[in-house]
């Protein structure tokens, strides 16, 4: 089945630590998004890549970077983790086109900053 | 005023109800309204799209579009406790080319 994949679904890591988080899609979409996802908060948008072009929200940490090496891959790399970013981290990935511009995210991973 | 708003609840229905979910947005312009349901610790899973006004169904669900009163609505008929979950509204913005999402409306379906 076509799908997106994230690895790993946990992943603990050390305050100032660098951590790597990856993401997969099997769906040859164009458009492929990083979310942070806070307890009983909604998802909060880090960046996209509209195929090889990058997108960053203007209130995205520069603490957090991102890379598409191909359509299939995309990683989130947080540089230097602090206490306030542990959260869910959501990939997500579109396809534009048409009326409906729908996402399909992937599992998800939860990030714990020791 | 939030782009998109949601009243948080939780709203408790009894198994069998009609569950109604309501959701609000500020951008006129808006294409494309989506909902997800999201597990507690799980991803949100799309389960409905609409971009025409009036009603679409999908088996128990129907998603409700009304773009003159910018409001859109998802009705669970024949609740079930496995419904329980946090449901996200969310439209796709054609002037930033992003996803919004409301806060989500957490549901309880009790046996």
């Known amino acids: 089945d076509a799908m997106v994949i994230q690895n790993p679904r946990y992943q603990v890591t050390q305050f100032g630590k660098p951590v790597t988080l990856s993401c997969s899609q099997t769906?040859?979409?164009?458009?492929m998004y990083w979310y942070q996802q806070k307890s009983s908060q909604a998802p909060k948008l880090l960046f996209h890549?509209?195929?090889?072009?990058?997108?960053n929200e203007a209130d995205t940490p520069d603490n957090f970077q991102s890379r598409r090496p191909n359509t299939s891959f995309c990683f989130l790399d947080i540089r230097s983790p602090g206490l306030g970013d542990a959260a869910m981290y959501l990939c997500a990935t579109s396809n534009p086109g048409g009326n409906v511009n729908e996402q399909y995210f992937g599992p998800g991973t939860r990030l714990t900053v020791t | 005023q939030k782009e998109v708003e949601q009243n948080s609840g939780p709203l408790s229905v009894p198994e069998g109800a009609i569950a109604s979910l309501n959701c609000t947005y500020s951008d006129r312009g808006s294409q494309s309204f989506f909902w997800y349901r999201q597990y507690s610790g799980k991803s949100p899973e799309l389960i409905m799209f609409?971009?025409?006004?009036g009603d679409k169904e999908d088996g128990r669900f129907t998603a409700q579009l009304n773009k003159a009163s910018q409001y859109v609505s998802l009705l669970i008929r024949d609740s079930q406790p496995s419904d329980s979950a946090t449901y996200l509204c969310a439209f796709f913005s054609g002037n930033t080319g992003k996803l919004i999402f409301g806060q989500g409306t957490t549901l309880q379906v009790k046996p």
């Open positions: 609409i971009y025409s006004n």
């Open positions: 890549y509209y195929d090889k072009d990058f997108n």
């Open positions: 769906l040859n979409h164009n458009v």
